[in-house]
Structures are given as structure tokens and as C-alpha cells.
């Protein structure tokens, strides 16, 4: 069973950078995208960036180029390095990935972590 766990989150200042985790327990190359989601107090989860199994990479418009989403297969994990970091981008940020079984999509989430901005 696939399973995703995320950590690296925490408290950051504001123009700072941070960068997080998400470890898949079992085989990487059974997810066919990975993504990372965050969601603010009061507000709906948002997508925040995606990446393809074999490499294709989305970002939400409003990140204005400071965040960054990456893989390595060999360590089964996959990141999300934030630069610039501002205030509105605190929140709880969710690794996700979505594989298929028995001809149907699996959606698996993580557990969430905390990031902070704030000085």
C-alpha cells in the first residue's frame, strides 16, 4: 500500500526559503503525477504545483515563479523548495499523489505540515 508522508515544514521569515518532503512509502514509479497542495485558515485547498511521472511540471499562477517542485525516484520522494517566501503563503501544504488500481484513480494524501511565515 502507498503511502505519502510529508515533513520540512515550520516557521520561516518573510523572504525566506524553505523546503519540504514527501516520502513514498513503497514504489514512486506507481504514481503517474505528485503534487503539493496547501490550504489556509479559512480558505479551500489549492493546488500548488504538480509534476508527471515522466517529468511535466504545473504551477499555480500566483506563485509568480518562487517555488520550485522536483523528484528523485532513488529516494522515493519528492519536494517542493519555496523561495520568497510571503506571508500569504502560510499554510498547510499536502503532498498527493494519484495512481491507478484495478483500472481506477487512487488519490493518496499526506498527513499535512505546518508553514508559517511570519517575523
Known amino acids: 500500500q502507498v503511502q505519502l508522508a510529508e515533513s520540512g515544514g515550520g516557521l520561516v521569515q518573510p523572504g525566506g526559503s524553505l523546503r519540504l518532503a514527501c516520502v513514498v512509502s513503497?514504489?514512486?514509479?506507481?504514481?503517474?503525477?505528485m503534487g503539493w497542495y496547501r490550504q489556509a485558515p479559512g480558505k479551500e485547498r489549492e493546488m500548488v504545483a504538480t509534476?508527471?511521472?515522466?517529468?511535466?511540471?504545473k504551477y499555480a499562477d500566483s506563485l509568480e515563479g518562487r517555488f520550485t517542485i522536483s523528484k528523485d525516484e532513488g529516494q522515493n520522494t519528492f519536494y517542493l523548495h519555496m523561495d520568497k517566501m510571503k506571508p500569504e503563503d502560510t499554510a498547510v501544504y499536502y503532498c498527493?499523489?494519484?495512481?491507478?488500481?484495478?483500472?481506477?484513480?487512487?488519490?493518496?494524501w499526506g498527513q499535512g505540515t505546518q508553514v508559517t511565515v511570519s517575523s
Open positions: 498527493n499523489g494519484e495512481m491507478f488500481v484495478s483500472a481506477s484513480v487512487r488519490e493518496i
Open positions: 513503497g514504489n514512486i514509479w506507481n504514481l503517474y503525477i
Open positions: 509534476i508527471t511521472r515522466g517529468g511535466t511540471l
